[in-house]
């Protein structure tokens, strides 16, 4: 069973939003910390934001800073991600991760991440 599954992808035109979410399943979330990445046709998957399950600490890679936001709701075991003033370049693969409970691992690195979702297309036109 996929523990994480996301949701939201689809077309849109450039300077457009989209909502991403990423509900979790079968186990709880709410003591990890949540990210996502993404991965273009021939590059290597990337990290795009993420955030703690402590003090609502936040990160994000500089491309997207001020567009994206990402926010968590605990009781729906549930984490999104607000993407707006999309751009050509964010087109990709999305998946969301999942942290195991209690880490404070570096929240920008792959290997931090234990649980993965299986992903949602994103794709931006100009």
């Known amino acids: 069973q996929v523990p994480l599954v996301e949701s939201g992808g689809g077309l849109v035109q450039a300077g457009g939003s989209l909502r991403l979410s990423c509900a979790a399943s079968?186990?709880?979330?709410?003591?990890?910390?949540l990210g996502w990445f993404r991965q273009a046709p021939g590059k290597e998957r990337e990290f795009v934001a993420a955030i703690r399950w402590i003090g609502g600490i936040t990160s994000y890679t500089e491309s997207v800073k001020g567009r994206f936001t990402i926010s968590r709701d605990n009781a729906k075991n549930t984490v999104y991600l607000q993407m707006n003033s999309l751009k050509p370049d964010d087109t990709a693969v999305y998946y969301c991760?999942?942290?195991?409970?209690?880490?404070?691992?570096?929240?920008?690195?792959?290997?931090?991440?234990?649980?993965w979702g299986q992903g949602t297309q994103v794709t931006v036109s100009s």
């Open positions: 079968g186990r709880t979330f709410s003591s990890s910390a």
């Open positions: 991760a999942a942290q195991a409970p209690f880490m404070l691992r570096d929240l920008a690195g792959i290997r931090s991440y234990e649980y």
